[in-house]
Every structure is written in C-alpha cells, then in structure tokens.
C-alpha cells in the first residue's frame, strides 16, 4: 500500500460495471443466443447404467469353505483390474459381434466432414477402408460411448453406455456386462482346461514311473528267487521259484511262435502260419486252395469252369482268413494266460519272500524297491486327483461377478443438459462480459481511476474534476467556477491551481501553462478556460490563450464571433514577413488588429484571445512564427498568467512546438475516454517536448469516480 491509496474499492469497480454495462449484456446475450442454438441442434444422447458387483475373493466350488484371505488394498487392486477388463478391446470385439454394431449408423462406418465435402463437389473420394480399419473405427466409436466406473470403495462397478437411441444404449450395456461375466467363466474353463492338459503329461511320466516301479521289485523277485529260496531255506518259495522259471520259458516260447505267426499271418502265408500255430484245419484249407490254384490255371481263361473255381478259390480265402483269425486269437489268449500266470507267481514269490527270514542287504533292497513304488503311486494318485478336479471346474465354472441392477431404456436424454447448459452459458456469460469489461477499462479502456493515472504516468496529478451531469445544468461547463463557486467542481480547479503554484511558484509575473490532451474531447479547453477564470478569481491578471489553431472552441464556450482570429493574425504577420515587410510583431499592444480577436471574459477579468473557425491548413508554421512567439512574450510582460490552450498530442504535431516555451505543462486525461496506450504515447511526445524545462502535471477530468474517505458534503454550498 502506497500513502493509504493502493487498495481496491468496491465503488470503482461498481462503476466500471455500470459503465460496460452494454458491453456486458451484449456478451452475455451472445454466449447465451449461441447456447440456445447449440442446445437447439445437438443430437440428444441416452445414457444407460447396468451394475455389476465383483467378488474379489476366489470362488471353489469344489470346497465351499475355502476362502482366499486378502486385505482390502489386493481387494481394491483386483476390482481396478477387472474395471480395465471390461474397457478392453478383446471385450469390445465380443460385444460388437454380438450385437452387430459394425453394421448400425452409430458404430459402423461413416463419411467423414472432409468426406462429405469432397462428395458434395464432385471430387474423388478416398479409398473405403479395410476390414481391420473398419473394426478399429468400431471399437474407437464403441469406446467413446462407453464408461465403466467403479462407484466410490464399493464393490459395484456401472457400465455406462451413451447413443442417440435410448433402446441402444440399453442394450449395449446390458449385452456387455453379460459378455463380460460369459468372458470370465470361458477364462476360468480355459484356465482349468489348459492347467489339466499339463497335468496330463506329467500323469503320463508318472504312470511310467510307477510301471517301471512295480516291474523293478517284480524282476528283482523274478531274478533272485532260487537264491532267496536257498538263502532262507523256504521249500514252497524254490517251488515256486522253479514253476516261474518254467512259465517264463514257456513265455518266451510263446512270444517267439506269436511273433512268427504274426508275421505269417500279415502276408496271408497261410501254410506256414499253420506250421507255427500247428493247426491241422487250416493246413488242409491251405492244401485245399493250393489246388483250385492250380486247376484255375489250367482251365481256359473266361470259361464258367473258370469263373466257378475262381469264386470257390474267393470262398475259401475268406474262410482262410476267418479260421487265420481266429487261430491267432486263441495263442494271443494263451499267450495272455500264461503272462497271468507268470505275474501270479510272481506275487505269490513276492508273499512268500516277505514273509520269510531275509538277510539286511536283501530287506534294504526290498525295502527301496517297496519305497519307490509306494512314492509313484502316490504321485500318480495326486495327479490324477487333481486332473479331475481340475475337469469338474472346468465343467462346474462361476464367474465371481453378476449383474445385480439391468439397464433400463432412459426415459431422458444425459446430454446436452439444458440447465447445466444454460447455467454455464449464463456464468460464462457474465463472467466473460465482466472480464472483457475490465479489460477495456484497465487495459484496451480509457483511466478510470486517479490511481491508474498516478500508475500509468511518472508525473504528479494535479487533480481530478468530478463529472457534472449534462442534466444539472443549462451553461458551459467552465461557467459553473464562478457561477457556483461552492460547488465541488468550482473547488477540484482550485485544487488544480494550488497543485500547479506549488509546482512552478505564485510569486513573479509571466508564468506559462500549456494545457493539452491525447486525443480531442477529453476536456482540456474546458480546464483551461475554467483555470483561467480560478487564477483571475483570486487576483490573477490572466490571459487565455486559444492556439488550438486546428479546432478553436473558447469562442463557442463565450458565444463570441469575431472578424479575425489568432491564425488568421498569425499567417497575416507571416506574409508580412516574407514579404519583406517592416510591421514587427512587437507585442500586443503594438498590433492594433489583435483588439479583433482579443476579449475580456464576460464572468472576470480575464483577458482571452480567440480562435475564429477551424484551420483547412497546416498550422504547426504559424505556432513556430516570430510573431506568436513576441505575443507570448509580450504576454508575460502584461499578466501574470498565460494559459495556452493547444491541440491534442495525438492526432497533430501544434503542441510540441509550443511546448518548449512554457513553465508548466497540464495534460488532460477524461475519465474513460482515451485508451492507456494513447495516455503514455501523449505523455512521452510532451515530455519530449518540453526538454526537462517544464513542469509536467497530469488531470483527470469528467471522473466519475466517487469521493473516498470521509465525506465533505458539509463544506459545499
């Protein structure tokens, strides 16, 4: 805060209000008028919610009881990852092929802005898409329209679902959630289906684990009998152990002869397959077609003798074949019997070892024989446990989510929402109007402020002239200082005066005071003529000076009209000059014309040199004469103060060639009027202008800014 004044007050900005108050409606009808037409074209949009709760602890089936232990932070993590399950694209794919979205005007494929253009002028359009970019433009249209939130730390999750059609949306939520939960039980099936496919190989390597097991302990038992029947003397084991070696001869009989009669029977060489298996039937079959062999090739080739012995030869192959199959089927049993029996005596040899008396080394080999296949059958049991469990699930399956609240066909559009719409328009609107307002007030506007104008310029304010309402009275403006000398206008040009003594002295004759502005209309010949009438109220012998040769205007405040004018005096001493004339311009007493111009206001003493008519030429030569520059001089002889009235800073060069030869210059500044930028450009050509020799104050007129503090009404008349 700056002496007390640096602070923002209300009142001001109130009135910056009321000033912009046209400014304001009209932003305010605008953003509204464009909210209507937006409200008014927008394609409405129906939104449809389905819930879903998800249990975030897994679910068994085949153990109800058993339920996973987790804190809420993996609880909260696993709901967040099925939220981003069901804003996936694979699910979106689902949901698209089951309602044939890519086929339906919202979802599927459309002409583009660009496109439509194109087509409307005739020009080529581009080339249709693939179906893999139709399907992304699918998934992309499907995914701007869904939404799928979790609702605050519960366990429901809404799936939002927004399209022009009410019974769409609806639909599309619904078919979602479903494909979602359909999508979770074909994961768990798959999962379970893919775990059990593993566990199959690992099944296969454990069966053969506990095969070659159980056939260790049976060939340890098989190999070593006769030696553990010796070594514990059991009689019934070497029996036992002399009947195994006998089968297991017999075996290998057997495999050798089945082997060959396999091989025999592969190549339908019927006699020598007789030969192995020893079966008189079929050796005279075998003899039997030998001999139709033999007389069909000696028959005449297409005789019915012929044709008889070859469908006989047909007949017996077959019963050749059957009788073959049959044979080999009864050693295949025999053979079967006698492994059977060997794997008999093999458990019954197993028994009897047990149960007898064995040394340390035959027990521990026993022993870990016994351990080996104890262990693969466990494992083979495990596993095959668990592969149909795993089945069960597979078939069994839940998803841990269900739909607990279906979408229903929206009765109202979610979007546009006029009120909101309208609400925002209307914040927007005032909001947008009151920025642009102070904008133009502070910054693209005029001063609006004494404040501001102490910011904007580096001089001192002389003062601040109150607006007088064109209402209140019927004369100039500049009449009311003496005509209403009470009056807190009258008093703002005293205070103006005092500000300027204190700057340039109020002892001594011929003081200066150029008053000026940026810009016409901002109330500076209205200042001039009022300070001269306020120096000549307090004993001043003034002269007014009109040289704003461009535009005169103190003649119109004094509704006087004159024969000549400072210009026209001014060119006449000029051609004089130039025309080699001796008439010097030697002051005003010494130029008889300037009785034509020069008057005494009619409220004081106040002499005043009038201007005539608007200049049609340049009048910047005239303010550079010798002659203007002796009737200054003249002047400060005569009065005590000469005012000079000048023309505006900005629009004409007149007043930086009179200010070098004042005492102090006064540049108006009217409320509201002149933009900052115009204020600081005028300040610079006029501070130029002067060279430092001058003294610079500043003045707001016409403000409509309201008196702060305590409050004076008291001291006016």
């Known amino acids: 805060m700056e002496n007390g004044q640096d602070f923002i007050d209300l009142r001001d900005i109130v009135s910056v209000l009321r000033r912009q108050i046209k400014l304001i409606a009209v932003t305010l009808v605008v953003i509204l008028a464009v909210a209507f037409v937006y409200l008014t074209r927008a394609t409405p949009l129906y939104t449809a919610t389905a819930l879903v709760k998800i249990d975030p602890q897994e679910t068994n089936l085949l153990d109800p009881t058993q339920v996973s232990g987790t804190n809420s932070s993996v609880e909260s993590t696993r709901i967040e990852t099925e939220v981003e399950i069901l804003k996936s694209d694979s699910l979106a794919i689902q949901t698209i092929q089951l309602l044939d979205l890519q086929s339906t005007p919202e979802f599927g494929p459309s002409l583009s802005i660009t496109e439509k253009f194109k087509a409307a002028f005739g020009f080529e ?239 521990a080999d026993i022993y870990s024989l016994q351990q080996e296949a104890g262990i693969a059958q466990r494992q083979y049991d495990q596993l095959l446990g668990r592969i149909r469990d795993l089945e069960t699930q597979a078939v069994l399956q839940v998803a841990n989510s269900r739909v607990v609240s279906e979408a229903l066909e929206p009765s109202r559009p979610s979007y546009p929402n006029k009120k909101l719409v309208l609400a925002l328009a209307l914040v927007a609107g005032l909001g947008i109007g009151v920025g642009l307002a102070l904008l133009k007030e ?58 300027i003594d204190e700057e340039i002295g109020d002892e001594g004759k011929g003081k200066v005071i150029l008053v000026t502005s940026s810009i016409p209309a901002e109330g500076k010949s209205t200042t001039a003529l009022a300070l001269a009438r306020t120096y000549a109220a307090a004993g001043k012998t003034t002269l007014l000076i009109d040289a704003d040769l461009r535009n005169p205007s103190i003649h119109g405040f004094l509704a006087a009209e004159s024969e000549l004018g400072l210009l026209e005096f001014l060119l006449e001493r000029m051609k004089l000059a130039s025309a080699g004339g001796n008439e010097a311009d030697r002051g005003i007493q010494d130029a008889p014309e300037i009785e034509k111009f020069y008057v005494l206001d009619p409220l004081t003493n106040a002499g005043i040199i009038l201007g005539r008519k608007k200049s049609n030429v340049p009048t910047d030569a005239p303010l550079q004469s010798k002659a203007f520059l002796e009737l200054i001089r003249g002047a400060q002889n005569s009065f005590d103060i000469i005012i000079i009235d000048t023309a505006p800073l900005i629009p004409v060069v007149d007043t930086r060639y009179v200010a070098p030869h004042v005492d102090a210059a006064l540049l108006c500044v009217r409320f509201g009027e002149a933009t900052q930028s115009e204020v600081r450009g005028a300040f610079d050509q006029l501070a130029k202008a002067t060279r430092g020799k001058a003294k610079m104050l500043s003045v707001l007129s016409c403000s409509e800014t309201s008196n702060r503090g305590y409050r004076y009404d008291g001291y006016y008349g």
């Open 442 to 499: 502070f910054y693209f506007g005029g001063v609006t402020s004494s404040n501001q104008l102490q910011n904007i310029l580096p001089i001192r304010l002389g003062g601040v002239i109150p607006k007088v309402n064109s209402t209140e009275v019927g004369e100039p403006l500049a009449d009311r200082v003496v005509n209403d000398p009470m009056s807190p206008f009258a008093e703002s040009y005293r205070k103006l005066r005092a500000s």
């Open 125 to 363: 359009l581009s080339a249709a898409p693939s179906g893999t970019e139709l399907m992304t433009g699918t998934i992309r249209a499907f995914k701007d329209s869904l939404s799928v939130r979790r609702r605050g730390l519960t366990y429901i999750v809404a799936v939002e679902v927004t399209t022009p059609n009410p019974d769409q949306s609806a639909l599309i939520a619904n078919t979602h959630a479903q494909a979602y939960i359909q999508d979770q039980i074909t994961s768990r099936s798959s999962t379970s289906m893919a775990s059990r496919d593993v566990l199959q190989g690992q099944l296969e390597t454990a069966r053969l684990r506990l095969a070659n097991s159980n056939d260790a302990l049976r060939n340890y038992i098989e190999v070593n009998v006769i030696r553990l029947a010796e070594e514990t003397g059991n009689i019934e084991l070497a029996d036992i152990g002399r009947q195994l070696q006998d089968t297991s001869a017999q075996l290998g009989q057997f495999q050798t002869q089945l082997d060959s009669a396999r091989l025999a029977y592969t190549a339908a060489d019927w006699s020598s397959f007789a030969d192995q298996i020893g079966n008189e039937a079929l050796a005279s079959l075998e003899r039997q077609r030998q001999t139709l062999q033999r007389r069909l090739a000696d028959a005449g080739e297409g005789t019915a003798e012929a044709f008889d012995l070859a469908q006989g030869l047909a007949r017996l192959e077959e019963q050749l074949a059957a009788e073959g199959t049959l044979a080999l089927g009864a050693l295949e049993t025999q053979m079967l019997e006698v492994q059977d029996n060997r794997i008999a005596l093999i458990d019954e040899a197993q028994n009897a070892v047990l149960e007898s008396e064995l040394s340390a080394s035959t027990l």
